[in-house]
């Protein structure tokens, strides 16, 4: 999706400081990110190379007013949802519903650094949760995810290769993928994972793939598929698993559920 990057993922977590010392535990570099003004939540990055980056977030106390929230006390931890980077955010609202497509906003939001720098952005909220929201800077980018070392990791990843999608009619997900992203997008045809039971389509965004995925055929007891059919029965349609990208040289990571904070994720070179 030209001009439209994958800018994060979000990772809801019971207590911030025990997820960032597990998070540091499994060879991430992890920064506290701050607060933010008028809602409960706190949260903390861990910021790649490639300039995507994890959000972890939590709450200090129930706030029904945000959905995210609502979700954490329905559901608990692991993966909440994702958002794409647009020069833009009033433009691809307003392009995406000429095109069928609608987003709320722009919508802004903010937050405020532990060293006391304040920063702002737009948002454009989608309706489906198959589909990602818009994350777009006010104040410049670096302000919000932070550049240097912070981006460099004992572990060695670099960056997130896929975010696997679980949705519930694939046809329908690319519709509204391609609305989203009119003719900048690039979305392979869907096709049939036998081993995992899955059919799928990649849609690109930047340099990470955004692998769509509903169950076909038998029920899988492990693997993609087994996490793409738990996150439509516990959760709904939305982020199921993540590949993260491994320097040359670093050795494929088994990531300890436990100290993920219930993210299925893997590595690839």
């Known amino acids: 999706m030209a001009g439209l ?19 540091r535990a ?9 607060s933010h003004p008028g809602r409960t939540s706190h949260n903390a990055l861990v910021v790649f190379a490639d300039g995507s980056y994890l959000e972890l977030i939590a709450w200090e106390s129930p706030n029904p007013a945000e959905r995210w929230c609502v979700e954490f006390g329905r559901h608990g931890e692991g993966l909440m949802d994702f958002a794409l980077l647009p020069d833009d955010v009033a433009g691809v609202i307003a392009s995406a519903g000429a095109r069928g497509l609608h987003l709320n906003g722009p919508i802004d939001g903010g937050r405020k ?12 909220r989608q309706v489906t949760f198959d589909l990602p929201f818009l994350c777009g800077d006010v104040t410049p980018r670096a302000l919000r995810v932070p550049e240097g070392e912070v981006r460099v990791h004992p572990n060695g990843v670099t960056g997130i290769a896929t975010v696997t999608v679980a949705v519930r009619d694939l046809d329908e997900s690319l519709g509204r993928y391609r609305a989203l992203v009119g003719g900048e ?38 693997g993609l598929g087994k ?11 939305g982020p199921a698993a993540m590949t993260l990208r491994l320097s040359p040289g670093a050795s494929s990571i088994a990531f300890e559920p436990g100290r993920t904070h219930r993210v299925p994720m893997d590595t690839r070179a």
């Open 26 to 34: 499994l060879g991430f570099t992890v920064v506290a990110g701050g």
């Open 113 to 124: 650094r532990p060293d006391g720098a304040e920063l702002k952005w737009q948002t454009g």
């Open 185 to 222: 997008g690039a979305a392979e045809a869907a096709c049939a994972v036998a081993a995992a039971g899955l059919r799928t389509a990649i849609v690109r965004a930047g340099t990470t793939d955004i692998v769509l995925a509903m169950p076909e055929g038998d029920a899988v007891e492990s």
């Open 5 to 23: 990057a994958l800018d994060h993922v979000v990772i809801a977590v019971s207590e911030l400081e025990a997820a960032m010392a597990d998070y």
């Open 227 to 237: 996490c793409v059919r738990e996150r439509l029965a516990l959760r709904g349609e």
